[in-house]
């Protein structure tokens, strides 16, 4: 959704249109929209007054959409949708005067964005260890949430040791992380038995991409995790290899088929699809963009 709705756009309103922070952690879908005319910036202040600026699946804290408003900048807001479920539930927890024990990565992008709803009421822990440096006196209030693209098992550890020793916080009604984060994961778990090694294609800053590598590591498999077949050493693959290919949320197609047809090239490999879980989940576009989209089809 993110990405079409840049590439709507930068075709409807024509280049250039500045994007805060990167729109998916993919070095490839960055590069690609880099050559049409968007420009990514980390400060809003970067941005000319009156431009057209498009916040990132990632989301962002209000701070950053009352600067884009006081800067007559228009926005179009592409975050996706399990992300604002979190900032809803953080906004409602901290209304109802809990203290927000929030498991995710310092400095994240959608932590950031996250924290900056209810800064005074949230805590953030990324392990257990930080679980167990944690204070709170018996009946405080308490709550927690997750990132939605962490890794399932490590999550779980975390949820786990929070109840060990609150035994009375309470957690959103359905949970935070997101399912093509969690099919991915389990994808992995069950088919890297089958493989000598594996290849998870995403970017180094992708946090999902970073749980699939390490997720084969911890089964005991050899996992490479790059941006395309650019970045692969062919001395590190035997002919007789079974590998196994995976990707982030955000890896485009293109870069799936191109990685296989490397192999082929190289080692005439042969290719079996697996299916762990069919996704059908559809997010709408943005409003701005959706009105637009259906003014040109009227």
Known sequence: MAVQSLELALKHFGPPIYVYHEIVHNQHVVRTFQSQGAVFVNELAEIPEGSTVLFSAHGVAPEIRRFAHGRKLHAIDATCPL??????????????????????????????????????????????????????????????????????????????????????????????ICYATQNRQEAVRLLCEQADKVIVLGSQNSSNSQRLRELAEEKGHVAFL???????????????????????????????????QWLKDRFG????????????????????????????SN
């Open 269 to 296: 490999a042969t290719v079996e699809e697996k299916e762990v879980r069919k996704e059908e989940v559809y997010f709408p576009l943005p409003k701005a963009l959706r009105n637009l989209v259906a003014g040109n």
């Open 226 to 260: 790059v941006d395309g077949p650019q970045d692969l050493d062919v001395s590190r693959f035997n002919a007789d290899d079974v590998v196994l290919i995976t990707a982030g949320a955000s890896a485009p197609e293109e870069v799936v088929s191109s990685t296989i």
């Open 83 to 176: 992300v604002t479920k979190v900032h809803l539930e953080a906004i409602k927890f901290a209304k109802d005067h809990y203290t927000i024990i929030l498991i995710g990565h310092a400095g994240h992008d959608e932590v950031i964005g996250t924290m900056g709803e209810a800064p005074e009421a949230i805590v953030l822990v990324e392990d257990t260890d930080e679980v167990d440096s944690l204070k709170f006196e018996p009946g405080t209030k308490l709550a927690y949430l997750t990132q939605t693209t962490l890794s399932v098992d490590d999550a779980n550890r975390v949820i786990g040791r929070l109840k060990e020793r609150f035994p009375w916080i309470v957690g959103p009604p359905k949970e935070d």
